[in-house]
């Protein structure tokens, strides 16, 4: 209830006892109020005593000093403890700590294998390693003497990443070895050689990147066409063209343009070796194109001809999950392996430029062929700089290290080249070597002294992963479909053979893995 002064109020129980008195309600208070300050004062009393029981019990305990017992009683030596240094291998100190391994790379990504050191599975994908900072170059050198098993560990890589999204080139495949696994995947391998229907236009638009207006286009073909042209001249003169070679290039392949929308390489020669006269103001011109007009007349009129005289009957299809080139019908002529591989590389560029064309294995098998010209070695040079750019990996494939030193003389831009592609790969994937080899191969890698032991005494099958600065020793698995569908030693491992009359059974077993 509120008084006549509203700044004091007054309150009253609500509820009571029944017909209560005043002064039984104050009784009943007091009582309340000795209760609470009886058991404060009983818990003060507890806690006096507990601290005092264990201020007693502190008193009658006794305790060490910091420094131990005095006296034999203290059980250490006058002298400090000393023991012999002691060295042993870490096969055998593995025994004291057998439960030390490599983490290993994770498991996302693309199943190789068994790692040999921990046991556990090994799993590799050069994107999912470079998204993780793992890596900062997604490129791949493998490897291996033949029969180590270095071929089917590419294809199983490249077929195993398809699952994922993405894609494989094989831009040049001189055994044919790819062309079975490519048809396999849903994938096209284009046949090249003498005797065939198939024709190889280098002067062909290719892919049109997406998102590129038309003069952007026009300019990048017309580069393309002038870049591909003078390749091509200089694989075929093994030389590097002069100004006046490069003029009499550009100016018949303008003519030959205006001629037709998509010329072909005859119309070219024709103009490099008679040019319009309206061009040829001074008359020199075909003395000074005389030399190139002749080289690309091979391409059509001479030893070469028969691949690029006409247009083209096979097509580059880019969304295929896996093309590769089968130059196994022209094995025999390296000049024509390298001019079809110019070619093919100049319409990988065209795709690899597209934004939208996803992540892709390219694939250089028996490189050591391949980086001996001078233009094709340039262009897979820059491929692999700009490996990142383009969202692709690259794998270059040796029997030894030592093919490298094939590749120019030492000093030469051609040999610093190819170590660069080396040096751009941080992924070094190495097989069996044979003991004369050990040496190079790691100079050439940067291995250990138990890295390099390692390499002889590999089994089929078995690699060193050099990651960065990560080792480890794999064993790779093959699904038994792959086994069948990677097998190249089909001539050496079948079921029986007769000479005359000698029935010759083969004894190698039939899982054996291809080199």
Not at 88 to 94: E, K, N, Y
Not at 466 to 489: C, G, N
């Amino acid at each position: 209830m509120t008084g006549q002064d509203d700044s004091r109020l007054h309150t009253a129980v609500l509820v009571g006892p029944e017909g209560e008195r005043r002064r039984a309600r104050k009784a009943r208070r007091q009582a309340a109020a000795k209760v609470e300050t009886d058991a404060r004062q009983h818990r003060k009393v507890e806690a006096r005593a507990k601290w005092e029981a264990e201020q007693a019990e502190r008193r009658n305990t006794s305790y060490l000093p910091a420094s131990g017992e005095a006296g034999p009683a203290a059980l250490r030596t006058p002298g400090r403890f000393r023991l012999p240094k002691h060295q042993d291998t870490s096969a055998t100190l593995a025994g004291q700590y057998p439960f030390l391994a490599e983490a290993g790379l994770g498991s996302q990504g693309v199943f190789v294998g068994q790692d040999l050191y921990s046991g556990g599975s090994f799993v590799f994908d050069p994107w999912v390693l470079y998204q993780r900072g793992l890596i900062t170059a997604p490129n791949v050198v493998l490897a291996g003497i033949v029969g180590s098993g270095k071929s089917s560990l590419a294809k199983s890589l490249y077929t195993r990443s398809l699952p994922f999204g993405r894609r494989v080139y094989v831009p040049g495949d001189p055994k044919g070895e790819h062309t079975a696994v490519a048809e396999a995947v849903g994938g096209r391998a284009i046949i090249l050689g003498h005797g065939l229907r198939n024709r190889l236009n280098p002067l062909d638009q290719g892919h049109r990147p997406s998102a590129v207006s038309d003069a952007e286009w026009a300019m990048q073909v017309a580069s393309r066409r002038r870049d591909l042209i003078g390749a091509l001249a200089e694989t075929v003169l093994d030389r590097a063209l002069s100004p006046l070679e490069h003029t009499a290039i550009d100016l018949a392949l303008r003519d030959a343009v205006r001629s037709a929308e998509v010329p072909i390489l005859p119309m070219v020669v024709d103009r490099i070796l008679t040019p319009s006269a309206a061009d040829d103001e001074d008359g020199r011109l075909a003395e000074d194109g005389r030399l190139v007009g002749h080289a690309l007349r091979r391409l059509v009129a001479g030893d070469l001809q028969g691949l690029f005289d006409g247009p083209s009957t096979v097509r580059f299809d880019p969304s295929l999950p896996m093309v590769s080139l089968d130059l196994s019908r022209v094995a025999e002529n390296s000049t024509l392996i390298s001019v079809l591989m110019t070619c093919s590389s100049a319409w990988m560029e065209s795709a690899l430029s597209d934004p939208a064309g996803g992540q892709r294995w390219v694939i250089y098998d028996e490189a050591w062929r391949l980086m001996q010209y001078p233009s094709l070695l340039r262009r897979m040079d820059a491929q692999w700089r700009l490996a990142r750019h383009f969202g692709i990996a690259n794998m270059l494939i040796f029997h030894k290290l030592s093919d490298l030193d094939n590749v120019g003389d030492a000093g030469t831009a051609m040999r610093a080249l190819a170590s660069s592609l080396l040096a751009n790969a941080e992924t070094r994937i190495v097989y069996r070597q044979e003991p004369d080899q050990l040496g190079s191969t790691a100079l050439a890698l940067g291995l250990t002294g138990t890295e390099q032991k390692l390499l002889p005494g590999l089994g089929t099958g078995q690699g060193l992963w050099r990651i960065k600065d990560r080792s480890f020793v794999v064993q790779h698995q093959l699904h038994p479909a792959e086994l069948a569908a990677f097998d190249t030693t089909g001539r050496m491992t079948s079921d029986s053979r007769e000479f005359g009359n000698l029935d010759v059974r083969s004894a190698i077993p039939n899982d054996r893995q291809d080199s």
